[in-house]
């Protein structure tokens, strides 16, 4: 099992910034890859971007292509989401998760953390 904790959530207004980290402890060594995921009120959770432990492979859903950016830091085991150009629209709950496959199908991931908010004002 990988204990994930998100933070860096707040509130920012639209065509601002912001950073989430991800720290991973526990079996990391387990998970091929990891995620960011989003879910607003009333909407189902949808995939953000992910990346893998080794190589840093990366994909990136095209609502956010070309302005979230995700990287990770294997010797602190981890994982950050660049948010730039921010939108009302991108307001949620994020989370972080952890796989050992290459998806972006929530179901595939075994491991969540908690969530942190993110709030864009127009």
């Known amino acids: 099992q990988v204990q994930l904790v998100e933070s860096g959530g707040g509130l920012v207004q639209a065509g601002g910034s912001l950073r989430l980290s991800c720290a991973a402890s526990?079996?990391?060594?387990?998970?091929?890859?990891m995620g960011w995921f989003r879910q607003a009120p009333g909407k189902e959770r949808e995939f953000v971007a992910r990346i893998t432990w080794s190589g840093g492979s990366t994909y990136y859903a095209d609502s956010v292509k070309g302005r979230f950016t995700i990287s990770r830091d294997t010797a602190k085991n981890t994982v950050y989401l660049q948010m730039n150009s921010l939108k009302p629209e991108d307001t949620a709950v994020y989370y972080c998760?952890?796989?050992?496959?290459?998806?972006?199908?929530?179901?595939?991931?075994?491991?969540w953390g908690q969530g942190t908010q993110v709030t864009v004002s127009s």
């Open positions: 998760a952890a796989t050992n496959e290459i998806t972006s199908s929530a179901r595939r991931y075994y491991d």
């Open positions: 526990g079996r990391t060594f387990s998970s091929y890859a």
